[in-house]
């Protein structure tokens, strides 16, 4: 069974930099393709940012391309989003993922974390 635990979530400013992180209690977390997704207040969820097994590959959302960045560090099974210039549409419950699937970072997740929440005030 994976537990995901997602932190770091909060109230900032529209411009303000964000980290959250998510810690993995999985004994094969470096064999799993990680994700974040988020889910707006009377909205569907949404992918967000994914990153291979060992990092070398990642995929983001249009909405978030250059200004956020997944990475993620398998020593510590870690996965982090680097959240920076963020507006106010970034509001949102975010929620870390992972998927035994090969590299359908927009595909489906097996296991999911139970959020953390992100306000973005103008």
């Known amino acids: 069974q994976v537990q995901l635990v997602e932190t770091g979530g909060g109230l900032v400013q529209a411009g303000d930099s964000l980290r959250l992180s998510c810690a993995a209690s999985?004994?094969?977390?470096?064999?799993?393709?990680m994700g974040w997704f988020r889910q707006a207040p009377g909205k569907e969820r949404e992918f967000v940012a994914a990153?291979?097994?060992?990092?070398?590959?990642?995929d983001h959302a249009d909405s978030v391309k250059g200004r956020f960045i997944i990475s993620r560090d398998n020593a510590k099974k870690m996965l982090y989003l680097q959240m920076n210039s963020l507006k106010p549409e970034d509001t949102a419950v975010y929620y870390c993922?992972?998927?035994?699937?090969?590299?359908?970072?927009?595909?489906?997740?097996?296991?999911w974390g139970q959020g953390t929440q992100v306000t973005v005030s103008s």
């Open positions: 999985v004994r094969t977390f470096s064999s799993h393709l």
């Open positions: 993922a992972a998927s035994t699937q090969g590299w359908v970072p927009r595909g489906k997740y097996d296991y």
């Open positions: 990153i291979s097994w060992g990092g070398g590959s990642t």
